[in-house]
């Protein structure tokens, strides 16, 4: 079955500190990915999309990026989080013309 | 670009009361998509549809391409219904690598 997995579901961490956040899909090949963030009062944005391996498109610029290290595993990243780097995170797997999505859990992240 | 506008921003209800929450966007869309995101983060997706009306439980979401319109109604409402409810269309006509764009959400509470 088709399925997508995204971890922690929730974190807590320094100003400064490194942020790693996976998103693992099962049931496919070549998923188009994305991540996704929502800030305080904000609808979800688009962070990064990825249509294959090494491939990653950025929307915003910020203190993140992405990975695509394996066809079924998108990463996000930060070497040095910041305060306003908090919010919710979410990854999602969109197919085809039709559009139907998948979503994970979602990460709520706090940066103290 | 597609934007998506939802309304209202914030509800309160009684339990029992019949619930209306609507989406609006600009670019017509083959598919839009109703999620769920409860206290605490976790996302749900609760419908994709792209024509007429679907049901499941006590949601029923519509959708008039035409008008580029969708609504998605509670009845009975009940307080485990409280949550965002935020919809989501294809950033662009078609959908792909483009992803979603969402809308900022409804925070629904139901009083007992």
């Known amino acids: 079955s088709q399925t997508i997995h995204q971890w922690p579901a929730t974190l807590v961490q320094p100003v400064g500190s490194p942020l790693s956040l996976e998103c693992t899909v099962e049931g496919t090949s070549n998923p188009n990915l994305y991540w996704y963030r929502q800030a305080a009062g904000r609808g979800l944005q688009l962070l990064f999309y990825?249509?294959?391996?090494?491939?990653i498109s950025s929307e915003v610029p910020q203190n993140l990026s992405a990975s695509r290290p394996q066809d079924r595993q998108f990463i996000l990243s930060s070497k040095k989080l910041l305060l306003s780097d908090s919010g919710f995170y979410l990854c999602?797997?969109?197919?085809?013309?039709?559009?139907?999505?998948?979503f994970g859990q979602g990460t709520r992240l706090t940066v103290v | 670009k597609n934007e998506v506008e939802q309304s209202p921003q914030n509800l309160t209800a009684q339990e029992g009361e019949f619930i209306t929450i609507n989406c609006s966007y600009s670019v017509g869309i083959s598919a839009l998509h109703w999620l769920q995101q409860h206290p605490g983060g976790g996302i749900v997706s609760l419908f994709m549809?792209?024509?007429g009306k679907k049901k499941h439980g006590r949601l029923i979401a519509t959708i008039n391409i035409q008008e580029k319109h969708s609504s998605l109604h509670i009845t009975a409402s009940h307080p485990r219904d409280s949550a965002v409810y935020i919809c989501?269309?294809?950033?662009?006509?078609?959908?792909?690598?483009?992803?979603?764009?969402f809308g900022k959400g409804t925070h629904l509470i139901i009083q007992p």
């Open positions: 989501a269309a294809p950033s662009y006509s078609g959908g792909g690598a483009d992803g979603l764009t």
């Open positions: 990825s249509v294959g391996i090494g491939q």
């Open positions: 549809l792209s024509s």
């Open positions: 999602a797997w969109n197919i085809g013309q039709e559009s139907q999505a998948f």
